[in-house]
């Protein structure tokens, strides 16, 4: 018997420039999705080196590398209740929100 097991595959791979005037950096979107369409890895993240010299310029992100679902934070790494990706891209977003408007 022959068993194929079948990689997951990379559905998005996005970056967005930021113009200076703009709050300058980059937004970054990675994801992967198994064969029935779910998403099993991913990568968010507002990377400016100007704002974050460490961890790779990653101002907030979240991703599940390393075995768990964690968001970065001004290099301060945390675990995060994970229930969807779709509430992992909502809480990105409002974080992304929020730094916009502060700056």
């Known amino acids: 018997m022959i068993i194929y097991v079948m990689a997951d595959r990379k ?12 709050g300058n950096g980059q937004l970054r979107r990675e994801i992967w999705v198994d064969a029935q369409g779910r998403v099993t890895r991913y990568n968010l993240a507002y990377i400016n080196h100007a704002l974050q ?9 979240y991703d599940n590398q390393h075995g768990y679902h ?33 700056a």
């Open 70 to 102: 964690h968001r970065h934070y001004f290099g301060v790494v945390a675990a995060v209740d994970f229930t969807s990706f779709d509430d992992i891209e909502e809480q990105f977003q409002t974080d992304w929100a929020a730094l916009r408007r502060t």
């Open 11 to 22: 559905i998005v791979d996005d970056t967005h420039h930021i113009a200076k005037k703009r």
């Open 53 to 61: 010299a460490g961890d790779n310029g990653r101002v907030v992100g």
